[in-house]
């Protein structure tokens, strides 16, 4: 079975890097490959240009050191003189010169060992045909010419290229170090231009996020790009029409909620002047007057918590000691079982003190509804967030259904597993929503030995 191309691409280690990783690797890429064809190709016009310069000088060199031996012989048939000459011809400390005339060699210069030469190239020269060859010479790369002479004469000179090997070494290391800098340049303009194209992604994921979190006032710069302009006016008209709705919503409930306080508190005084005169009542009455008491009450619990949940007004934000706010939340709880307050250091945030306290009151009465009551309150600091932990003493919650009891009218789904069903299904979404607010987190963990674990996080943490 032949794997599709993007799978095959999937697979790749460079499909798992961000994209601006991804377009910074790509110039990087491209930087390598451009410069390293353009290194290649200039390391080997110059080396091939510098040698050939070097073969070409020691060439001619050589050819004019023979016209001067053959001059020199013609002069001096015997001989004489040949010394030095040769020595005159040697220049460079380096440099060897031989002459092998009648089976004999007489070299000046650096003393090379003239068997380690390599035999075609004497043989080329003998024949009467001029060679040159590029070898090592006892540890030192040279140049070896070799040129006939007459009456079966050779002469050989061997010519140093140390400097030529060095210069083509200095060439390499420049352009190796400048493949691997255009490279570091490449992998510095791709993230700079991944980072710059990628800029109206980031502002979108930012405004996104702002709009997750709660601030339906997030829009998006307008700009000059043509290409962008309808992503920014769709997302500006997405959320406007969000913001639009949540308010239309929020005020729906606020004037349903509103509408019905008059005539609850008519409701409300009733029923007490029905449970005044309870005893006067037939025991199926009084079992009717119970029941409306309990409904009207948690009407009346549910009506408030609406119209708490669409008040829009701003924080008062003061200095709160989160232990000492806790004390007072545990204190004026009715009843004897009141849960361990567990804070041993001073938390301070900055916090509007009565959201606060609705916030603890419903963690508390949820816990003692639902979870078995309250057994422990942690407060604490962490990361420079104050934390309050509430523990109950319940069979807890699955973690898919976690996220749920914070949405509202959750109370349902939960019902048949905690408590008896009697909650509005509004105390955690007031909850979630009042600790929004305060650009806080609210979560639920699994307590250590069982049960449920409620954790509300606040910034700002002062002392």
Request: charged content about 25%; proline content about 6%; overall charge neutral.
């Amino acid at each position: 079975m032949i794997a599709r191309p993007s799978a095959v691409l999937d697979r790749l280690p460079l499909r798992r890097l961000p994209l601006r990783q991804r377009v910074g690797v790509a110039f990087t890429l491209v930087s390598l490959v451009v410069t390293g064809l353009f290194a290649t190709v200039t390391y080997n016009l110059a080396s091939s240009y510098l040698v050939d310069r070097q073969v070409d000088a020691a060439t001619r060199q050589a050819d004019v050191n023979v016209r001067l031996i053959e001059r020199a012989l013609a002069t001096n048939p015997d001989g004489s003189g040949l010394d030095e000459l040769l020595t005159g011809l040697a220049g460079e400390p380096d440099t060897t010169v031989a002459l092998r005339r009648d089976g004999t060699w007489m070299t000046s210069g650096r003393d090379v060992d003239l068997a380690q030469l390599p035999r075609p190239l004497l043989d080329l020269a003998l024949s009467g045909t001029g060679a040159r060859q590029r070898l090592l010479v006892e540890g030192i790369p040279s140049l070896v010419v070799a040129m006939p002479m007459p009456d079966g004469a050779v002469f050989v000179e061997v010519f140093p290229l140390q400097r030529l090997d060095a210069s083509l070494r200095f060439l390499g290391v420049v352009l190796i170090l400048g493949v691997a800098g255009s490279g570091v340049l490449g992998l510095a303009i791709g993230l700079w231009a991944g980072r710059r194209a990628l800029l109206p992604l980031t502002e979108l994921t930012r405004a996104a996020g702002r709009v997750a979190g709660g601030d339906l006032a997030a829009r998006l710069p307008e700009g000059s790009d043509a290409e962008l302009a309808p992503l920014v006016a769709t997302f500006n008209r997405t959320a406007e029409n969000l913001e639009q709705r949540v308010a239309r919503d929020a005020r729906f409930a606020a004037d349903v909620s509103h509408e019905l306080r008059s005539p609850l508190t008519t409701l409300v005084n009733a029923v007490a002047v029905l449970t005044r005169r309870r005893a006067e009542l037939p025991p199926t009455a009084q079992q009717a007057v119970d029941l409306l008491d309990g409904d009207i009450q948690r009407f009346r619990r549910m009506v408030l918590d609406l119209l708490e949940i669409a008040r829009s007004d701003t924080l008062q934000r003061e200095p709160e000691e989160l232990g000492e706010l806790v004390r007072g939340a545990v204190a004026i709880r009715p009843g004897d079982r009141r849960p361990a307050v567990d804070a041993p250091g001073s938390v301070t945030v900055p916090a509007d003190r009565r959201r606060l306290d609705q916030v603890l009151g419903n963690l508390l009465d949820n816990a003692d509804a639902h979870g078995g009551g309250a057994l422990r309150i942690g407060v604490s600091a962490r990361a420079g967030r104050g934390r309050i932990e509430v523990d109950d003493a319940g069979p807890g919650i699955p973690p898919e259904q976690r996220a749920e009891v914070f949405e509202r009218f959750a109370r349902g789904t939960l019902a048949n597993r905690r408590g008896d069903g009697n909650g509005t299904g509004l105390g955690l979404s007031l909850v979630a929503a009042h600790v929004h607010r305060h650009d806080g987190a609210v979560w639920i963990e699994e307590r250590p030995g069982g049960g449920t674990r409620i954790v509300v996080e606040l910034p700002g943490v002062t002392g």
